[in-house]
Every structure is written in C-alpha cells, then in structure tokens.
C-alpha cells in the first residue's frame, strides 16, 4: 500500500460479496478515504485474507472462553448441588462446543437420575465418541442396558469400565450381582475376589454381602 491524497472515489458495484457485503470494494474504498491506495489486486486480496483469519481466530477464541466459562459455572452449580442450573449451563456449552469433553457425561447422569433413558444413552454415547477412555459413561450406559434386562450389553458396558479402570469397585458390584442373577457363578465368583482385593467385606454393599454369605455357605469361595 503507498499514500495518496484523499479521494472522493465511491465504491463501484461487483467483487466479492459475503452476506450481501462487497468487501472487495469496500476494503479497497475505505482505505482510498484514508489516504492509502492498494499497489495491486493481488495484495488487496491477501489483505482481505489475512483479515478474515484474524476475525476467524477472534470469534473462535471468543467462543472457547464463553465455553468454559459457562462451564466452571455449571460445576460450581453441582456442587451447590442445584442441579437444574448445573444442566442448563452444560446443555448451552454442549451447543457452543459440540465436541467439549466432560460436558455430556453430566447431561448423561442427569437424565439417568431422572430416569430419562433414551437422554440419558444418547448424551453418554456422544461423550464416549469424544472421549473413548471416559469408564463413567460406559459404566452408566451399562446400567442403562440392565435397566432394560438387556444383559449381554450390560456385560459388555461393565467389562469394558473394568478394562479401563480396573478398580472401579461400583462396576465390579454390578457385574456380580448380574452374574449372580443369570446363575454364572464361576464369573460371579471371579469377579467377586477381584472385588475382595479393593474392599472389605463390612464395606461392601447390602446385595454383595448376602451374595458372598451365599458363595461361602455352599463352599463356592475360600
């Protein structure tokens, strides 16, 4: 660009248009109002370029931070313990950030907790897509399927969080109480020592505790 006197010119019709804008002449007009001249067609076009990533990159940043923030609030909500502000904030980041980790595992447990199923799987799922290794969702989605006496998915569900997270003791719990109730008590069993190995029996849930008694009684666990 070089300096010229200020110009009179008006912005001709034509040139690149975007929402019903002629930013080509309307870039080139406005910089012939201030006093400057574009030395050629080539660098006016990298100059519109090179703006329009700057606004790109400044809406993007502008949306991220709305996300996060929105975000922070959501959990500062949770653990207020109100519960409805918390979904609400979460839900408006889920359409901010599609793709946030962390945003749809909570959407997912709180739709479960009211027993919104199809919500619930839906919004466990998607987390899952973003975040293969999230063992919660799996867990929860298992819980779902058993819910729904689909037992082979809830297997695989369990199984799957176990792999992840080999201590995840709640997971543990609900494969042994499946096993039991479909009389597969040698992976009953198995599972039940591995449950053994993170947890004391008088710590153990209700249902795990008569289940143990019943295994030691016929002499099916040492």
Known sequence: MVKTEPSNLKPPKGGFRLLGV????????????????????KLLVFCLLAAGIAVLFFVLVVLSQSSQARKNRAVAYLLKGD??????????????SPNEKGVHLPLGLYYLDRGQYDEAKLELEKEIEI?????????????????RKNYKEAENYFLKTIEINPDHILARQDIVVLYFSQNKHPQAIVQLKELLRLQK??????????????????????
Do not use: C, W
């Open 83 to 96: 519960f409805e502000k918390a979904k609400a904030e979460f839900a408006k980041v889920s359409e901010l």
């Open 22 to 41: 002629d930013f080509y002449h309307f870039f080139r007009y406005s910089l012939a109002m201030f006093g400057y001249k574009i030395i050629s067609k």
């Open 201 to 222: 029996p008088e710590a153990m849930h209700p249902q795990i505790i008569k289940i143990l008694e019943t295994y030691i009684k016929e002499a099916k666990l040492q």
């Open 131 to 147: 975040d293969p290794n999230q063992f919660v969702a799996y867990h929860n989605l298992g819980r779902i399927y058993a819910q």
